[in-house]
């Protein structure tokens, strides 16, 4: 079981940078693929950055367009995933979430929703213009 915690969201000026952190609990010790996704009102959950990894070491990261050089996707030995967020736009505004899949056989890490078993409770990211 691997529990979830997301926090560092905020309201903030376009321009301006978050890091969001997510704090993981329970199983930290397993091979992980672990992603973050958000969700603005009315759209799909779209799948942002994704990073497979083994206690501190990564062994694949990956970007979504949308967010590819502005964004960076790390983490911290299996204890906390972290989204550092540069050149925050009003585009950027939405419920933001981390996921986490334990590994077994490979480091096939996809950013699609439906990939992941655990999910935290998001934290909001406001905007404005």
């Known amino acids: 079981q691997v529990q979830l915690v997301e926090s560092g969201g905020g309201s903030v000026q376009a321009g301006t940078s978050l890091r969001l952190s997510c704090t993981v609990s329970?199983?930290?010790?397993?091979?992980?693929?672990m992603g973050w996704f958000r969700q603005a009102p009315g759209k799909e959950r779209e799948g942002l950055a994704s990073?497979?990894?083994?206690?501190?070491?990564?062994?694949?990261t990956g970007y979504a367009d949308s967010i590819k050089g502005r964004f960076t996707i790390t983490q911290d030995n299996g204890q906390t995933l972290y989204l550092h967020m540069n050149g925050l736009n009003p585009e950027d505004t939405a419920m933001y979430y981390c996921?986490?899949?334990?590994?077994?056989?490979?480091?096939?890490?996809?950013?699609?929703?439906?990939?992941?078993?655990?999910w935290g409770q998001g934290t909001q990211v406001t905007v404005s213009s």
């Open positions: 996921a986490a899949q334990v590994l077994t056989d490979d480091w096939f890490c996809p950013r699609r929703p439906q990939y992941f078993t655990y």
């Open positions: 329970g199983d930290k010790a397993s091979s992980k693929c």
């Open positions: 990073i497979a990894f083994s206690g501190d070491k990564a062994y694949y």
